[in-house]
């Protein structure tokens, strides 16, 4: 065999691992993304507060998941909400 026959062939064949390479990297899955989302609020202590807090977020779509009272200066809120992204 020619010298020029085997390193065309290498060539060939290096060239065709590479494309095989490439497209196993192209085709992996994205990372998942997350289900949920979460929002943390704190609001001023007095009902009207809450209450009007409570209504803005659940209009929105959001899902009251915690309430801490703390030291009664800021209540904090924690609010969850589906990711409507994920398939």
């Given at each position: 065999m020619s010298?020029?026959?085997v390193f065309g062939t290498v060539v060939l064949v290096m060239m065709l691992i590479g494309v095989v390479?490439?497209?196993?990297?192209?085709?992996?899955p994205s990372p998942p993304q997350p289900r949920f989302e979460y929002r943390v609020i704190e609001v001023p202590p007095d009902t009207l507060s809450i209450q009007s807090a409570l209504d803005e977020y659940?209009?929105?779509g959001w899902e009251l998941v915690a309430f801490e009272m703390g030291e009664l200066q800021a209540p904090r809120m924690i609010f969850k909400k589906g990711n409507i992204s994920v398939p």
């Open positions: 010298r020029r026959f390479k490439v497209s196993s990297v192209v085709s992996q659940g209009q929105g």
